[in-house]
């Protein structure tokens, strides 16, 4: 997942003289592990909304970062962290209410049996601390996972990330899922087939001689393409897990806080109930927290033999933004705004789908969306190079998007919850005009 929509070093030469020496110097200084986004790459330095300029000033459509899901900079998330940084930030060893007025919120969310809640500051924190959880209770080191899933970046979460390619080895032991892929799949029942999938997982870890530990999942299958449809296909799956002794975990980082546009959280969609849940990016619309909510039977059994403290997570400046956060979805009824935006983002994709073969399908969720790019209409065909070409043609027409797939063929697009139809239709007009040059229309 990482490589794709990756800046290429052989091409630095045919960059400005600036941007190489940015370039160059960002590797001799961070070296070659982090990668830059586009064949061009950007240098932003200004946000305020949708939008993003540039060092030389050119607007860009952000329809991608889902960290800053209410927007670049929103006012009364800034007025907040600002002034809880004036009065005092510090851990959760010191008593403070405001923390507990923003976890009994955070839990009001969520299932009725998720009722205890642990705070970190990133998705992987959250997930490693899901993990320990899950293999505390069972006993287990038996982890099933998408094919291509993205849950971290620790030792124990990028094991469980076969996206980011090489498979840490310890830890949990991997077991993995096909995507509930249903395009190009003929009648297939994606619900029984990942149920069966999940079958097949469990019989592999019991012929390896592995006790199963946690099913780890997100409700979208967002790195591996979009899945999201229909909704409750993961009740089957789930209920084999659990049979099996399983944790179930679910990764709300992608699909959580409104993401969808018809619930809170990605797995409500389901109508399934998780063990735990763990939440990351939009949590603090770029301001780094995160963390988890759980039974408190997992929870408290874990409390007994062990102790778990994180610095920065659950700090006062953290409470403060998180409900300032939970403030402005409901305040300017993000949820709806969402749905809405996101069922004329589709409708228009699909209209444009009608003049150009490539689009093969239109998978959306609210505002997360995944258009597959293929040959002239042939599911068997993905066109990853066209996928490619298209992402930083729209970055030349002023929109910003990426990639997801292993197939490197889905235009993965999760523009801010605040958009509105004159944002879609400038998107929607730049692809047209992207897809019209690169000599795709039907």
Not at 251 to 263: A, I, M, S, W, Y
Request: aromatic share 8%; with cysteine.
């Amino acid at each position: 997942m990482k490589t794709i929509n990756a800046f290429d070093p052989s091409a630095l030469s045919s960059l400005p003289e600036r941007r190489q020496a940015l370039i160059q110097r960002r590797a001799a200084l961070l070296g070659p592990a982090y990668r830059l986004f586009y064949q061009d790459p950007v240098e932003l330095v200004r946000g305020e909304g949708v939008w993003v300029w540039d060092a030389e000033g050119q607007r860009y459509l952000d329809a991608y970062n889902n960290v800053v899901s209410l927007g670049h900079c929103h006012p009364r998330v800034l007025q907040a962290l600002n002034a809880q940084s004036a009065r005092i930030n510090t851990h959760t060893r010191y008593l403070n209410e405001d923390l507990l007025h923003y976890a009994e919120r955070l839990l009001a969310t969520h299932h009725a049996s998720l009722n205890r809640i642990m705070f970190t500051c990133t998705g992987s924190e959250a997930n490693d601390l899901a993990l320990r959880l899950a293999q505390f209770a069972t006993g287990g080191t038996g982890v099933v996972v998408s094919q291509w899933a993205y849950h971290g970046v620790t030792q124990t979460t990028s094991a469980c990330s076969p996206s980011l390619g090489h498979i840490a080895s310890g830890m949990p032991q991997v077991y993995t899922l096909p995507a509930p892929r249903a395009y190009g799949q003929g009648d297939v029942d994606v619900g029984a087939a990942l149920a069966a999938a999940m079958d097949h997982a469990i019989a592999r870890m019991h012929a390896d001689g592995v006790r199963p530990a946690a099913f780890l999942f997100d409700s979208l299958f967002t790195s591996d393409g979009v899945y999201g449809a229909p909704a409750a296909f993961l009740q089957a799956a789930v209920a084999r897990a659990r049979a099996a002794g399983m944790v179930v975990i679910a990764d709300e980082v992608q699909p959580g806080f409104g993401r969808t546009g018809t619930h809170m959280w990605g797995y409500q969609r389901h109508g399934i109930a998780p063990d735990i849940v763990t939440m990351g990016k939009p949590m603090g619309n770029g301001h780094p927290m995160a963390g988890l909510c759980a039974r408190h039977d997992l929870l408290d059994a874990f409390a007994r033999e062990t102790r778990y403290f994180n610095t920065f997570g659950g700090n006062t400046v953290s409470a403060a933004v998180g409900m300032a956060v939970l403030d402005v979805i409901e305040d300017e009824k993000l949820l709806h705004n969402t749905d809405e935006q996101g069922r004329y983002f589709a409708q228009s994709l699909q209209s444009l789908a009608q003049r150009h073969a490539c689009i093969g399908d239109v998978r959306q969720f609210g505002l997360f969306l995944g258009v597959e790019l293929v040959h002239q209409g042939d599911a068997r065909r993905p066109a990853a190079e066209l996928t490619t070409a298209v992402v930083n043609g729209m970055k030349a027409r002023g929109v910003l998007i990426s990639a997801c797939s292993p197939q490197a063929n889905v235009l993965k697009i999760r523009p801010p919850l605040v958009l509105q139809r004159a944002h879609v239709d400038f998107f929607i007009e730049a692809l047209d005009a992207c897809l019209v040059q690169l000599n795709t229309q039907v």
